[in-house]
């Protein structure tokens, strides 16, 4: 079963245009992290936000953590072509002494230029 | 610097036929993965090792065996290929299991007729 569900699952926008993905999760988690993946390619770790934080800047990405909604949001100023791609949250948890680390379905984001 | 190996890109088997999927990396981690990306189901973890001498099973372990040879080598092997094992593999690895970024290779799509 998936712990983290991206919201959308697809979203076009046009170049320079601000782009926002969500994530929701289920139970209490120790980190959140977002991943990038292009098409053809294996994922490359973008961000990471603890428990404790509520809100990550790294250059033009923006991440949030609700942990009262069970949310983060993923938010790409100015958009640019070249993130064209998919991008995963994934939940790490405790679970039996190691970090269960379980990924979201994606949000296929389509930046037109 | 090269991250996270993996071979072979590609395979094409027929089913009942084994094979072996190679990972190596370079970065001295000391927690590996196996995951399996389907449309529509995100990343779902076969087995995980999170230190050398040390392996268990994920989400999906049905069908497939691990080895960690070293603490560089994680290798997958499909004893008895089946049509439902098509699917593109990716092999991670990370410092300290889900504690940090995983680091992924680009993948082996394999594909059994």
């Known amino acids: 079963s998936q712990q983290g569900e991206e919201d959308p699952q697809a979203l076009s926008i046009q170049e320079g245009e601000n782009a926002t993905m969500n994530c929701s999760y289920k139970?209490?988690?120790?980190?959140l992290q977002w991943y990038r993946q292009n098409s053809g390619r294996g994922l490359v770790h973008l961000i990471l936000i603890r428990s404790n934080e509520r809100e990550k800047h790294s250059g033009r990405l923006r991440v949030t953590l609700d942990t009262s909604k069970k949310s983060s949001s993923l938010l790409i100023t100015a958009s640019r072509a070249a993130d064209t791609a998919s991008y995963f949250c994934a939940t790490a948890m405790p679970s039996g002494g190691y970090q269960k680390v379980t990924f979201g379905i994606g949000t296929k984001l389509q930046v037109i230029p | 610097n090269a991250g996270v190996t993996q071979t072979p890109k590609f395979q094409v088997l027929k089913t009942g036929q084994s094979m072996t999927l190679q990972c190596a990396q370079d970065m001295n981690h000391n927690s590996m993965y196996w995951y399996r990306q389907d449309p529509g189901m995100g990343l779902r973890l076969i087995y995980y090792s999170a230190s050398e001498g040390t392996t268990d099973k994920g989400e999906v372990p049905n069908g497939y065996n691990v080895s960690r040879l070293n603490k560089r080598e994680f290798s997958l092997r499909l004893e008895s290929a089946a049509p439902s094992q098509t699917s593109v593999y990716f092999c991670?690895?990370?410092?300290?299991?889900?504690?940090?970024?995983?680091?992924f290779g680009d993948g082996t799509r394999l594909s059994i007729l």
């Open positions: 139970t209490s988690i120790n980190n």
């Open positions: 991670a690895s990370s410092v300290a299991g889900g504690l940090g970024p995983q680091h």
